[in-house]
């Protein structure tokens, strides 16, 4: 009523203001001009960044191989790479490498040979319990030369700050920062890590990943519904696979099966590091040349071929589940390559992106059926074709389905309605508002500038990518909207709560 | 306005290049280059005639300001214990509820259209607001920063949101099994009932009014206790002229507020258990109290951290998760805060089958922190690890402002992280045995265990006495009936009006049976479905349903004291909860209940006129001796009712349930509402009668009790 009159003017208003202001101070191409790119002989694209302002840089290493590129069997298993990567390698973890190979190779002869028997039509339990004995054994044998985590206390020790990995569906990087005099460190630390992994501790790393997937999982009622939303919208595509791997299939790791995925995918021209910070670039690739020139050529991978079936019907996947409701929507959409990206963030924008957004102030400030509702151009992965997700929590004593039914009914009217000129301005500002901080960060750009390295294989397009959301109409939203918000190309997941 | 002293202009190579050569044997020494000079930012500090201490420090990297303003002695620790919630809620609703300008739509409006962002919340005791931009926005933003702490008007329909969000919040408590495990284990330690550890319940939530934010504002929010940072690219003296625009005329207040209170730790061991069915992994903190900031004891216990949890190469991670490969993080730390003390924890999630080894595992480090002095190993990692990366101190300027901050507020010298370093240089593994001993209590750790017991490898009365925590939540308290004796009086004219307008009391008392025929639609995942239902009501306490569905016929009878279930040829009897349930259902019947107006044994009070689904209504609330309460809306001109509201079971649990009565008939001397929507947890249901007959025919043997129950 009165409120809504006041919100209209306010708009109006403001669309003046950003177009009175509307020369935008801060010329991005100022800082696209200050990196240095190259490229090594053996493929590995270095990415440099100029900031002197405090004697420290960033690093982050991304490599384009993630869950997607799991084996059969042995999904999760890049997962499992990404912290193996911290183990060492023949120099750095080990008391005695010679001594700690051949009991290396002791346990994993007998691991080998439980595999082989609990594959048995007849499995043999006295022959079992023996191998489980030997294995104690061995594993105590290696223990012994073990220096352990030593590759992360150096890191650490030497003042790195920020040391992690994080592996997605698409990639998996490595980062963290050291004070800048440091840097020749990290080029001996990282190369090697990747010239000459030992995967040491390899049967408790299973069990570690074993302990974060019941962390990330199965013991969180989200967890689960995010398995099982996955896996319903995808039927083909390994989207739909387990990133962190099923179970079964974590036990199914073998050193062998881990060095063979290592080979293949972690070749030069298959990683991109990037470099913010301190540095000088003629003595970072001077550097680069030294350590990562290591690393032997190799043809850049096959990359995943399956693609996503279209989908005819409207999956509906229900979890019954002692935990409050909680409500996923998915609709499939093209890769991030695809022309529709750029509408379908500012979709995302509009749908589920703040206080202003529709969702938002329909079920969270009007009706206060949620509690929350937000909307991912991209899920779970954005180099293939993957899901624009919204994600609602709905408010006490409220079921998913209640809520459901009014965002669907929000989703049907935006399909027929084109979205206001005003609304398009705010999301606009807000997309360049939001480029500028995500520059503010030494290790924020780095991933910024890798990762737009390995989704598009030019890191340049960061920086496009403003433009690209500047060039959406009011019809391109409209039209998006219409291409992919259908019945059977949906896929609803929800927590309908339940007693004990 | 006094300038703070220009100190420190110290190049950090003095600091910091010390270049090293690694003692590694097998690794080839490496030697690194000193560090390169750079000066640590200097803010400046300019304190307003009002008090506030404003921080300005420049940073013209990137178009970008950040404000924030910190109030001091202004927190949760302030509200009383029957409104815990009250401080979160004021400062949700001093940024939401829009000011004596502007509504919050309205600035929400404005500060999307800009990608700016103004935030408010209270922690237990200070209270943020902060304020980001671009900084061509700089004014417009620290206009609207400054109007939403000083003008809030705490518009009611944002405080219900407020509301509803927290009281959604409470009922989330229990889903995630970490979140369950720190806010039991901040309990055990400060105290269930402390500020520092207190969450709010429903019932407190409840109990806050507009009213109480509106004083909490007052009293609180007091410039003499505020300071504000702001950094980023904008020129200081330009920056401080906006300042004092907006925040220079506000007036000190003059009310002293209560300092925090101190806690006093009494040490024992303790051993607690939470339950969560649904998980297989446990989630297990050990600890005691910690420290208060200024305890000369800290530079020796930041090695102490590094050693013991502070990351990987640290003991607990060393053995919890690398040689045992019992948890994904295993970590521990001695905290210390300026307020009040910290805690020290070691925490690890580990699976149920092994919660008895890693919780050994756990006290088997702490202990060895008091007996074996760190490793030369682990002194590198711990001691050098800390100072090598102290540059990281300074890397972000809104870091070194925020801490510049803090140091004045609490009085500590500016210069006390270079004091610190200073002191960290000397702690030998000796210092970190002794502070071990001084700091740590191996013998009085309290353990909480959050999983499933049924699972676990050892009983955790192993441990000691095992205190089962209720973490179950407590439901909403019901409104108390209460009425003075003229809405009493009140009440019960306008209920004979309704029931006059209705047909009046003797045409239903001669009421003996209403059998009604009708539909009811629904609304679930699959789309909106219809049945066919029938049901036979006898006053005053039988009743018969009947929902043809495509499974088959569902009947359920209450006859009484009793009541059963009958589906597809298989009869059940109804738990003692649902014949009481439908016990005040009965009081509920309008039908039933009009038949008794002349003479009521209920109690019916007049509250006001109200708006109920757009219109106005006239509000009666009822307690009946079944002790049911609910309340009618009756529409106050022709005395119809218009619906009902009443706490009561949803399809989504316990719940608020409303009734609205949209078209009436008139049958047999009486008027009945035909088309009844049903709104209960988001759901609706839509009731429609097609035929309705008054003491018709019925077998009383739809209401004996089926043969074998």
């Given amino acids: 009523m009165n409120k809504r009159s006041l919100a209209l003017s306010a708009t109006l208003w403001l669309l003046l203001l950003v177009a009175a202001g509307g020369v935008w101070a801060f010329d991005f191409s100022a800082m696209e001009k200050k990196v240095t790119p190259f490229t090594l002989d053996n493929g590995m694209t270095f990415l440099v960044l100029e900031d002197h302002s405090v004697p420290v840089v960033s690093f982050v290493l991304t490599a384009d191989v993630g869950g997607t590129n799991d084996p059969k069997e042995r999904t999760g298993l890049s997962h499992m790479f990404e912290h193996l990567a911290f183990k060492g390698t023949s120099e750095i973890g080990t008391k005695d490498y010679k001594a700690e190979q051949k009991a290396m190779a002791r346990l994993n002869a007998f691991h080998d040979q439980l595999r082989a028997e609990q594959q048995k039509l007849n499995v043999d339990s006295t022959r079992i319990a023996a191998l489980n004995d030997s294995i104690t054994a061995a594993q105590a044998e290696c223990d012994k030369y073990v220096e352990m985590n030593e590759y992360s206390t150096w890191v650490e020790q030497e003042g790195g700050v ?131 020139g290591r690393l032997p050529k190799a043809p850049k991978p096959e990359g995943v071929r399956i693609m996503e079936p279209a989908q005819t019907a409207e999956r509906i996947v229900a979890m019954p589940d002692k935990s409050q409701p909680v409500l996923l929507v998915g609709y499939h959409r093209p890769a991030a390559s695809d022309p529709d990206h750029a509408p379908l963030q500012a979709l995302a924008d509009y749908l589920g992106g703040g206080r202003t957004s529709l969702l938002y102030k329909n079920l969270v400030k009007e009706k206060k059926i949620a509690t929350q509702a937000v909307a991912f151009p991209s899920f779970p992965g954005e180099k293939f074709p993957g899901l624009f997700g919204i994600f609602i929590t709905p408010a006490k004593g409220i079921t998913a389905d209640s809520c459901r039914v009014v965002a669907l009914a929000e989703i049907e009217r935006l399909k027929n309605e084109p979205i206001p000129e005003a609304e398009l301005v705010k999301i606009k500002a807000r997309a360049k508002a939001n480029m500028v901080r995500g520059m503010s960060s030494r290790d924020g750009l780095a991933g910024a500038l890798a990762n737009a390295q390995i989704l598009y294989g030019d890191w340049r397009e960061m920086f496009k990518e403003l433009d690209k959301i500047n060039a959406v109409t009011p019809a391109d939203i409209q039209r998006v909207a219409n291409t992919y918000f259908t019945r059977p190309n949906r896929t609803v997941a929800y927590i309908e709560t339940v007693e004990e | ?65 950040d404000l924030s303003v910190v109030t001091n002695r202004c927190g949760s620790y302030l509200e009383p214990p029957a409104k815990v919630g009250l401080a979160r809620m004021t400062f949700e609703v001093m940024r939401t509820g829009g000011t004596t300008t502007k509504t919050g739509d309205q600035i929400d409006e404005e500060l999307e259209a800009i990608g700016a962002s103004v935030e408010a919340s209270a922690g237990a005791v200070n209270a943020t607001a902060h304020a980001n931009a671009l900084s061509e926005y700089a004014e417009q933003v620290l206009a609207t920063l400054a109007d939403v702490l000083r003008h809030p008007v705490f518009d009611q329909d944002k405080i219900e949101l407020a509301k509803t969000g927290l009281r959604s919040e409470i009922s989330r408590r ?489 078209e009436y008939k008139q049958i047999s001397g009486v008027k009945l509402p035909v088309k009844t929507t049903i709104n209960a947890g988001g759901m609706t249901i839509e009731m429609e009668s097609t035929a309705t007959t008054i003491n018709g025919q019925y077998d009383a043997a739809l209401f004996a009790k089926p043969e074998g129950m």
């Fill in chain 1, 162 to 292: 920020g040391l992690n990995a994080g592996t997605g569906y698409d990639n998996t990087s490595y980062y963290y920062s050291f004070p800048s005099n440091k840097l020749e460190l990290w080029f001996h630390l990282e190369s090697s890590r990747f010239v000459d992994p030992v995967f040491r501790d390899f049967y408790k790393e299973r069990d570690v990943i074993k302990e974060e997937r019941r962390m990330r999982v199965e013991s969180n009622p989200i967890g689960r519904l995010v398995d099982e939303f996955i896996h319903s919208a995808f039927r083909a595509h390994p989207y739909g696979y387990a990133l962190i791997g099923q179970m079964s299939e974590i036990d199914n790791y073998t050193p062998e099966a881990a060095m063979t995925f290592f080979k293949k995918y972690y070749v030069p021209s298959n990683m991109v590091a990037a470099i913010v910070g301190d540095v000088d670039p003629a003595q970072v690739k001077a550097l680069a040349q030294k350590y990562f």
């Fill in chain 2, 1 to 65: 306005m006094k300038t703070m002293q220009r100190v420190m202009l110290i190049a950090v190579a003095l600091m910091l290049a010390i270049a090293v050569v690694p003692a590694w044997g097998r690794i080839k020494p490496m030697t690194y280059p000193p560090l390169n000079p750079f000066e640590i930012p200097q803010p400046q500090k300019i304190t307003l005639d009002n008090g506030i201490r404003v921080y300005l420090l420049e940073d013209h990297t990137l178009p970008i300001v």
């Fill in chain 2, 174 to 662: 229990n889903d995630q099994p970490m979140q369950m495990v720190v806010r039991e284990f901040t309990k055990l330690l400060y105290g269930a009932e402390s500020p520092y550890a207190r969450v709010p319940e429903y019932v407190t939530v409840d109990a806050v009014t507009r009213q109480d934010m509106v004083l909490f504002h007052a009293a609180a929010v007091q410039p003499g206790n505020m300071q504000i940072g702001v950094v980023g690219d904008f020129k200081a003296d330009e920056m401080l002229a906006l300042l004092k625009k907006y925040f220079g005329d506000w007036p000190t207040a003059a009310q002293e507020l209560p300092a925090p209170p101190e806690i006093n730790y009494v040490f024992a061991p303790t051993v607690n258990y939470a339950e969560k069915t649904d998980v297989n992994q446990s989630n297990i903190l050990l600890g005691h109290i910690g420290g208060k900031m200024g305890d000369p004891d800290y530079p020796a216990t930041i090695v102490m951290n590094g050693v013991l949890g502070g990351g990987f190469g640290s003991r607990l991670a060393d053995n919890v998760r690398t040689r045992l490969g019992l948890a994904y993080t295993a970590m521990g730390n001695y905290t210390f805060q300026y307020t009040y003390p910290g805690i020290f924890f070691a925490y690890a999630a580990t699976k149920s089958e092994s919660t008895g080894k890693a919780i050994r595992e756990m006290i088997k480090q702490i202990k060895s922190m008091q007996v074996d002095p760190p490793t030369a190993t682990e002194m590198k990692l711990a001691k050098d690890g800390w100072l090598n990366s102290f540059v990281f101190n300074f890397d972000s300027r809104a870091q070194v402002l925020g801490r510049m901050m803090t140091y004045d507020y609490y009085g500590f010298p500016l210069d006390y992280l270079q004091q610190l370093k200073a002191a960290v240089e000397k702690v030998t593994p000796q210092d970190v045995v002794e502070v071990a001993k001084r700091k740590l209590n191996p013998d009085n750790l309290q353990l909480l265990v959050v999983g499933k017991a049924d699972d676990f490898d050892e009983p955790l009365a192993n441990f000691g006495t095992v205190n089962t925590i209720d973490i179950s939540i407590p439901p909403p308290a019901q409104e108390a009936f209460a009425a003075s004796p003229e809405e009493l009086a009140q009440g019960k004219a306008i209920l004979l009006k309704t029931v006059d307008a209705c047909g009046g009391v003797a045409a239903f008392k001669k009421i003996k049976s209403i059998n009604t025929v009708g539909k009811m639609t629904m609304n679930t995942p699959q789309g909106a479905f219809t049945l066919d239902v029938k049901s036979l009501e006898v006053p005053p306490d039988k009743s018969r349903q009947e929902v043809i569905t495509p499974m088959g016929t569902q009947i359920m009878v209450v006859n009484g004291a009793e009541g059963w279930m009958e589906m597809g040829g298989k009869k059940q009897m109804l738990p003692a909860e649902q014949v009481a349930e439908s016990k005040k259902e009965n009081d509920r019947n309008t039908t039933m209940l009009f038949a008794r107006a002349d003479n009521p044994d209920y109690q019916v009070a007049y509250k006001g006129e109200v708006e109920f689904q757009g219109k106005k209504a006239a509000r009666l609330d009822f307690l009946a001796v079944s002790g049911a309460q609910f309340t009618l809306f009756v529409d106050p001109a022709g005395y119809l009712p218009m619906g009902m509201r009443f706490a009561g079971q949803t399809m989504a649990g316990p719940g608020t349930a409303e009734q609205v009565y949209t």
